[in-house]
Antibody, heavy 123, light 110 residues
């Protein structure tokens, strides 16, 4: 069974840092693009960024709200995706989901999702 | 990158059909056939319902269908069932390696 399990969510002060992890199982992680998506309390989904598979360059992409603060990386030998979040702001408070992108369906479709991990930024 | 525009709510009675729109621009929905739709029940992770505008993942009932015309994509749910009550989100590739989500639509089955 294809599965993603996030961890690392916590309560952190504004300006602080946090690293989230996402462990994959049931599919060949190294062959798959991976994305992070967040959802603030009572709000909609927001794409946070992606990392491509190494054969596609292993590059990352982030939208403007998090560019320069959030860094996505992957450890294919450990089937693990990471999201390093620095200089956290109150508006970063959300449930963070990891998801496959382009697997097992078409380009940019997020076919497998984790259950999410909660990040709260508050003083 | 601006979010795609969805109506905040939609509703229908069991057995009826309902269509949810997702309006973007010629830079996203209108320019790429990479529109997906997700269903999210309260407290749960999103679930892919439609990809590539109109393709259904395995296991998704054929009551769910997708289409696109110009800058607007649509999700139609036919033969509404109580379990279809959920939030629905569209997303589109927006060029320059960006993805953009819609604001979400709460579907109520009356």
């Amino acid at each position: 069974e294809e599965q993603l399990v996030e961890s690392g969510g916590d309560l952190v002060k504004p300006g602080g840092s946090l690293r989230l992890s996402c462990v994959a199982s049931g599919f060949t992680f190294s062959n798959v693009w991976m994305s992070w998506v967040r959802q603030a309390p009572g709000k909609g989904l927001e794409w946070v960024g992606r990392i491509k598979r190494k054969s596609d360059g292993g590059t990352t992409d982030n939208p403007s709200p998090v560019k320069g603060r959030f860094t996505i990386s992957r450890a294919d030998s450990q089937n693990t995706l990471y999201l390093q979040m620095n200089n956290l702001k109150i508006e970063d408070t959300a449930v963070y989901y990891c998801a496959t992108e382009g697997y097992p369906y078409g380009f940019h479709a997020m076919g497998v999702w984790g259950r999410g991990t909660k990040v709260t930024v508050s003083s | 990158q601006s979010a795609l525009t969805q109506p905040p709510s939609a509703s229908g009675s069991p057995g009826q059909s309902v269509t949810i729109s997702c309006t973007g621009t010629s830079s996203d929905v209108g320019n790429y056939d990479y529109v997906s739709w997700y269903q999210q029940h309260p407290g749960k992770a999103p679930k892919l319902m439609i990809y590539a505008v109109s393709m259904r993942p395995s296991g998704v009932p054929d009551r769910f269908s997708g289409s696109k015309s110009g800058n607007t994509a649509s999700l139609t749910v036919s033969g509404l069932r109580t379990e279809d009550e959920a939030d629905y989100y569209c997303t589109s590739y927006a060029g320059s390696n960006n993805l953009v989500f819609g604001g979400g639509t709460k579907l109520t089955v009356l």
